[in-house]
């Protein structure tokens, strides 16, 4: 089944990055603390994993990703086709990786792995969001190591009547030794740093990362968005369907990220008790491999819904 034009531009990245795999990066010094994560489905399911302690010289995504498992690949040798006894299709469905929770933007022969990153490849169905700009299932990242391995500056962007609640935020960040400057909801950070907008979904209407939102999955990468003026959240399958609906009391933990600026957090919810319930949930026990997180009351439900439909 024939792709769209993104899809189609990720396959090209691949293709080059395929052609210079081997000569554009050279033997180096080598790093640490590289961490490989494979599942299918949005995270449901676990296909297999390693910690590196120690990575060589001029290691790869792709390399890192082969002295792992069995990879297939196509385009050249730069597109994966299939890990393990996993593979992708023509109907949507196919891999895709993540380096400290951003999707790449290049191919992964082209990519080299840095000290602590987290790298993701994921399996999934792609017809109701060709892009998933950023996920939070590696979490801390991407605020401790940075994107492209540069570290970015991180500002909390906090409603008024819940300045407590960013302070919980703030002290799970510098748990993980990372700095956080709070700042009121709608000031705005700038285009050079990490946000975290912790608010309900009411008083985030209207911005960049609220308007993402509502737009569906495949502007914002979230399956889920809200009604009624926020006070409904909205959740939705792999196809981009409402699977489900609550309201007073629930929470979201996701992630967007628009072509101009980095990925933004949204710590939200339909009111001031369900975002309190979703900044409670941020800690990476409860976020591992969750592309997105929902919160209604002790249930939490990951995103997109019913991802094992395959």
């Known amino acids: 089944m024939p792709r769209r034009r993104g899809f189609a531009a990720l396959i090209a990245a691949a293709c080059c990055a395929a052609a210079i795999a081997g000569c554009g990066l050279g033997p180096g010094r080598g790093t640490s603390d590289a961490t490989l994560t494979v599942t299918r489905n949005f995270g449901a399911s676990l296909v297999g994993g390693a910690l590196e302690r120690r990575v060589p010289g001029a290691e790869t995504v792709m390399t890192m990703l082969e002295r792992h498992f069995r990879v297939g690949t196509r385009y050249g040798g730069g597109f994966v086709e299939s890990i393990g006894?996993?593979?992708?299709?023509?109907?949507?469905?196919?891999?895709?990786?993540?380096?400290?929770?951003?999707?790449?933007?290049?191919?992964?022969?082209?990519?080299?792995?840095?000290?602590?990153?987290?790298?993701?490849?994921?399996?999934?169905?792609?017809?109701?969001?060709?892009?998933?700009?950023?996920?939070?299932?590696?979490?801390?990242?991407?605020?401790?190591?940075?994107?492209?391995?540069?570290?970015?500056?991180?500002?909390?962007?906090?409603?008024?009547?819940?300045?407590?609640?960013?302070?919980?935020?703030?002290?799970?960040?510098?748990?993980?030794?990372?700095?956080?400057?709070?700042?009121?909801?709608?000031?705005?950070?700038?285009?050079?740093?990490?946000?975290?907008?912790?608010?309900?979904?009411?008083?985030?209407?209207?911005?960049?990362?609220?308007?993402?939102?509502?737009?569906?999955?495949?502007?914002?990468?979230?399956?889920?968005?809200?009604?009624?003026?926020?006070?409904?959240?909205?959740?939705?399958?792999?196809?981009?369907?409402?699977?489900?609906?609550?309201?007073?009391?629930?929470?979201?933990?996701?992630?967007?990220?628009d072509q101009f600026s980095k990925p933004e957090w949204l710590i939200t919810g339909t009111d001031v008790a369900g975002v309190r319930a979703a900044a409670a949930a941020l800690t990476p026990a409860r976020l591992r491999d969750r592309f997105a997180l929902a919160i209604a009351g002790s249930q939490f439900l990951a995103l997109p819904l019913d991802p094992s439909m395959r």
Do not use: M
């Open 85 to 257: 006894r996993w593979s992708g299709t023509s109907q949507h469905y196919d891999w895709f990786y993540y380096v400290n929770g951003v999707q790449a933007s290049k191919g992964a022969a082209e990519v080299p792995v840095r000290a602590g990153d987290r790298i993701w490849w994921d399996l999934h169905d792609w017809a109701a969001a060709e892009s998933i700009p950023a996920v939070v299932g590696s979490f801390p990242e991407p605020f401790v190591h940075g994107i492209g391995g540069r570290r970015y500056p991180t500002v909390i962007e906090c409603a008024s009547a819940l300045q407590s609640t960013c302070d919980a935020v703030g002290a799970e960040l510098h748990h993980d030794g990372v700095p956080a400057a709070d700042q009121l909801l709608g000031t705005g950070s700038g285009s050079d740093s990490l946000t975290i907008v912790v608010a309900p979904f009411a008083q985030v209407r209207g911005t960049i990362a609220g308007d993402l939102l509502q737009a569906g999955p495949r502007a914002s990468g979230v399956y889920a968005r809200f009604g009624d003026g926020g006070a409904r959240l909205e959740l939705l399958n792999p196809l981009g369907q409402v699977a489900r609906v609550l309201g007073p009391g629930a929470g979201l933990i996701a992630a967007t990220q």
